[in-house]
């Protein structure tokens, strides 16, 4: 819990380009009464950013600090934990923002302010993403202008992926370059915003001129729920409650004792559509042919902007995780499913996880899967996840122990990754 001496901080990120720096000068020049202080973060040893606050009209050296030649969300933690703490001995200010550099994680930021140290002095006043809106649209709202190339096991992590988590954790989403984008283009791109993180306050701006009351003293971060506020994350949330609810009343089971709904029936399911953003969950307790999901998720329609979620493939162990972010999708090996742990296992950790959907005879194995995008085909995309799961005759007869996948196009060992598509590069 906040205490009263605590200072506020906030954690500003965004992608190279999109108006970070502007932002952070037009604040100290409008912060009226507010001592602001500032610790900016560049991953080049000249930390350029922080010249150009240090020398804006006016003069703010005093309030900057730096950390350079590396990402505050790895390489520099401990170097930010002792810049926090030397700055509350030594300065008495109101105000605490962190730029963060075009590539850093705020989540994992947001942590250190949290946790250890700094926690004592500290508390999280709101994550602040600027996002440049002509960039955004090029990337994510435009139909039929995103292709996608097939790639293999690259640890290199699209710029995509970035950007997209940037607004999935933010407060306050500062939609910058607005002059630069049309009407609809706006729309579309605050549509998608909204999509990704529904709670997230908008502000449009010209050259990052925001009013520094919409961004600072805010209280507007709560560790507790922060994983939880991303659109996907609340999308599977919806659909299991309204899957609850169906099976509350109808009472749809077999003979056998187990849940069809997936496979028998139509298994996908729709959370309500936030400001005219499609979003859809795919869920089946059936496995996968690696092969065919793996082409399928390769080749996903171009105005798909997120998927996440869980994939259970035929012949693996590992609980498959997809990720995609635009023309970036990766599958990564989470670690082996539950249900292939010894017994006791599987008990001790059912015990401490009352929320696991569980299956008498399949266990934690299923398929559950987020889409959010616009204006794409989703009865067209459900057939074709639907082509890739095992047949009738072939999921009667199929034994986890003894199905032999072949030649896997998944990663097949835990921590594994394997990149299926990445954004085409001339």
Known sequence: ????????????????????????????????????????????????????????????????????NGCICCELRGDLDRAVMRLARERDFDHLVVEASGISEPGPVAKLFTRGNA?????????????????FYD??????????????????????????????????????????????????????????RPDAE?????????????????????PARAAEAAGWRQALAAS???????????????????????????????PEEAYGVTSFVYRRRRPFYADRVASVLADLPPNVVRSKGTLWVAGSEQHLTLGQAGPSVHVEAAGPWVATRPEFEQDAYRRNRSDLTWDERWGDRRTELVFIGTEFDEASLVARLDDCLLDDDGFAAFDPETWEAGDDPLPTAQGERVVLAAPDVE
Request: proline share 2%.
């Open 202 to 222: 908008i502000v449009r701006t010209e050259y990052s001129r925001a009013d520094p009351d919409r961004l600072l003293g805010r209280r507007l971060y709560d």
């Open 119 to 135: 926690s004592a002095r500290y508390v999280v006043d709101a994550l602040v993403t600027v996002v440049d809106a002509r960039q």
């Open 1 to 68: 819990m906040a205490g009263a001496d605590d200072i506020p901080v906030t954690i500003l990120s965004g992608s190279l380009g999109a108006g970070k720096t502007t932002l952070l000068n037009h604040l100290l020049d409008t912060a009226g009464d507010r001592d602001v202080a500032v610790l900016v973060n560049d991953m080049g040893e000249i930390n350029v950013d922080a010249e150009l606050v240090s020398g804006r009209s006016g003069g703010a050296a005093g309030n900057v600090t730096e950390l350079s």
């Open 139 to 196: 990337a994510f709202g435009g139909a039929g202008e995103v292709t996608r190339r097939g790639a293999a096991n690259d640890d290199t992590r699209p710029l995509s992926d970035l950007l997209v988590e940037q607004v999935e954790l933010a407060n306050v989403v500062v939609l910058n370059k607005t002059d630069l984008v049309s009407s609809a283009e706006l729309e579309t791109v605050e549509e998608l915003v909204h999509g990704l």
């Open 240 to 270: 299991a409650e309204a899957e609850d609810d169906d099976h509350d009343h109808s009472g749809h089971t077999h003979e056998d004792g187990h849940d069809h709904s997936d496979h028998d029936h139509g298994g996908h399911s729709h």
